[in-house]
């Protein structure tokens, strides 16, 4: 009786302790091992971010698999990303998607779509703290889109078509 007692504790030990957590970059040297993504907290998407700040005009978009909006303006960024790649512009698609659904939702929905912008993780649960760093005026809410270049930047809290996408991606390029 001790015996099995013992096994289903050790089996509910176990299992209760096991969760499908997406091991942060120091973990990980920035990708989970599964998916192949690089996954950062804030303070390393930052640096990331900020690593970028060469002569290339960066359009970062936050978003996620179940913001519809967000999902409706992702192929505007990949043709952007297609269109734009030969005057030096990089799409980066920052993925908010909750850790647990990214091999099950995120990782199928971008072989699906097969994207070719490169796709990040952001896995930081503190945004209180992470949003206003973004843009001091963004509610939180997505998509949101960051563009920046050495030069200029701007923060953008809706969605987009293609052509007001392009638009905004100009004044960038000129």
């Known amino acids: 009786m001790n015996v099995k007692l013992l096994f289903l504790m050790l089996v509910f030990f176990y299992f209760g302790n096991v969760t499908a957590q997406v091991p942060t970059s120091q973990e990980n040297n920035s990708t989970t091992s599964t998916t192949g993504l690089k996954v950062f907290d804030f303070n390393e998407l930052e640096s990331y971010l900020n690593s970028k700040k060469d002569g290339n005009t960066y359009v970062i978009n936050f978003w996620a698999t179940w913001c519809a909006p967000c999902v409706k303006e992702l192929p ?14 990089e799409v980066v698609l920052v993925s908010l998607d909750f850790p647990k659904q990214i091999e099950t939702k995120l990782v199928p929905f971008l072989k699906k779509r097969g994207f070719r912008s490169e796709v990040v993780i952001l896995n930081d649960l503190d945004s209180n703290t992470w949003i206003p760093k973004v843009n001091k005026d963004w509610s939180g809410a997505i998509p949101a889109t960051l563009i920046y270049n050495k030069n200029r930047e701007a923060f953008y809290e809706r969605s987009f078509n293609y052509r007001e996408l392009e638009t905004e991606l100009k004044q960038f390029i000129k």
Do not use: S
Request: positive net charge; hydrophobic residues 35%; glycine residues 0%.
């Open 76 to 89: 505007y960024f990949e043709a952007l990303n297609t269109n734009y790649k030969i005057k030096n512009v």
